[in-house]
């Protein structure tokens, strides 16, 4: 069984861009999260996706979007792009229920 | 709300010692409880997990934890490391319904 894949692996944007980034969930799950990975932060939510619905949502700005398909692929989007943002995102996919999470290797974005 | 407090931001410890790696959670309910690994330019991987039943947890690498409600803690240990241990360690918790809360992180650092 595939594991959770995220696109692109690494990315450079200069300030002011905007970005998307990709989830592909193991198959079979519906729920995808969320995460930026900071030094300074640790591991902070973003949001939560469960059969294309927001379920849950972190105290990030409205520049942080996400949605999820109708096949359970999920994309994040972040507009107008500060250095703030540099971070590693994870994305994690889980089956309804306990809230074991299975992780991606994460999306690590420079802001320059 | 649900947090999740870990007490030692880095550990070194020497190959072959025993280490312990200590987690403290607060919730006003009950929560399921969980370890995971980050290796380097990884994603998290769950090492185990506590949703009910034995206190004492067994998971993947020879790492085991215990769940003591009294304390609200979930320690995580195991008795003789290796260099290939040598991580970033996260304790997490859910409750219903809600999103999974990480702790702050504790590093790893195995010494031959």
């Known amino acids: 069984k595939a594991g959770v894949t995220q696109t692109p692996r690494y990315l450079i944007k200069t300030r002011g861009q905007q970005v998307t980034l990709s989830c592909s969930p193991i198959?079979?799950?519906?729920?995808v999260s969320w995460y930026q990975q900071t030094p300074g932060q640790g591991l902070q939510f973003l949001f939560e996706?469960?059969?294309?619905?927001?379920?849950n949502k972190g105290n990030f700005p409205g520049r942080f979007s996400g949605r999820q398909f109708s096949n359970s692929r999920s994309e994040m989007n972040v507009s107008t792009l500060e250095l703030g943002d540099s971070a590693l995102y994870l994305c994690a996919s889980s089956q309804q229920g306990t809230g074991e999470l299975f992780f991606g290797e994460g999306s690590r974005l420079t802001v320059l | 709300a649900q947090s999740v407090t870990q007490l030692d931001s880095q550990v070194p410890v020497f190959e072959e010692a025993p280490v312990e790696l200590r987690c403290n959670y607060s919730?006003?309910?009950?929560?399921?409880l969980f370890w995971y690994v980050q290796y380097p330019n990884q994603g998290l991987q769950l090492l185990l997990k506590y949703l009910s039943g034995s206190t004492l947890v067994k998971g993947i690498n020879g790492f085991e934890a215990e769940f003591n409600k009294s304390q609200t803690s979930f320690h995580l240990r195991k008795p003789s490391v290796h260099i290939s241990d040598t991580a970033e360690y996260f304790c997490?918790?859910?409750?219903?319904?809600?999103?999974?809360?990480f702790g702050g992180g504790t590093r790893v650092l195995v010494k031959p």
């Open positions: 997490a918790a859910k409750a219903a319904g809600n999103k999974l809360t």
């Open positions: 198959s079979g799950h519906r729920s």
């Open positions: 919730s006003s309910v009950s929560v399921y």
């Open positions: 996706y469960f059969s294309e619905t927001q379920r």
